[in-house]
T-cell receptor, first 113, second 111 residues
């Protein structure tokens, strides 16, 4: 069966510090991978998606970047965090082709102080 | 602009009672609609997924309906349990596979 992991689960970082959140998927090959941010009382906002190694599409301009160094690894990064980067970050995967049901990871709660 | 509106924003129900959540969307062209359950501090978990030709789908005590003509969906929870306390998110997929997310309805079940 497929599983998706995210770490860390929670993170508190000072403004201006770097960020690296990691997401890995097991039990599937060549998945589509996604990074979302969820703000309180708001719908999930798609940040990045990837259909293959090294292929990253950005949905919104922001202070964050994403990379996919391996087939089942997706990394969300920032060189300098802003207060507005605080939120709940979710990684998701789906199979490529057909109806793309997405399966979400457990999430990372990021607080920027 | 593709949008998904959910109502109510939140509700409180007594254990054992039923409730219905609403989702209206303007996504076009429509591909499918999903309902997710999200426990506090956790990732969303899929409850149901419906395509254009399906107008009802059940998953245990959860029953989703879809009216593609009026672009409305509902999620009905039967005989609620304390574990049903969560946020329920309606997600609509357009034909290009881009997803539009509702803000969710927070359900609190009280003993």
């Amino acid at each position: 069966s497929q599983t998706i992991h995210q770490w860390p689960a929670t993170l508190v970082q000072p403004v201006g510090s770097p960020l690296s959140l990691e997401c890995t998927v097991e039990g599937t090959s060549n998945p589509n991978l996604y990074w979302y941010r969820q703000a309180a009382g708001r719908g999930l906002q798609l940040l990045f998606y990837s259909v293959g190694i090294g292929q990253i599409s950005s949905e919104v301009p922001q202070n964050l970047s994403a990379s996919r160094p391996q087939d089942r690894q997706f990394i969300l990064s920032s060189k300098k965090l802003l207060l507005s980067d605080s939120g709940f970050y979710l990684c998701a995967w789906s199979t490529s082709g057909g109806v793309h049901e997405q399966f979400f990871g457990p999430g990372t709660r990021l607080t920027v102080l | 602009k593709n949008q998904v509106e959910q109502s109510p924003q939140s509700l409180i129900i007594l254990e054992g009672k039923n409730c219905t959540l609403q989702c209206n969307y303007t996504v076009s062209p429509f591909s499918n609609l999903r309902w997710y359950k999200q426990d506090t501090g956790r990732g969303p978990v899929s409850l149901t997924i419906m395509t254009f030709s399906e107008n009802t789908k059940s998953n245990g005590r959860y029953t989703a309906t879809l009216d593609a003509d009026t672009k409305q969906s509902s999620l009905h929870i039967t005989a609620s349990q304390l574990s049903d306390s969560a946020s329920y998110i309606c997600v609509v997929s357009a034909a290009d596979y881009k997803l539009s997310f509702g803000a969710g309805t927070t359900v609190t079940v009280r003993a």
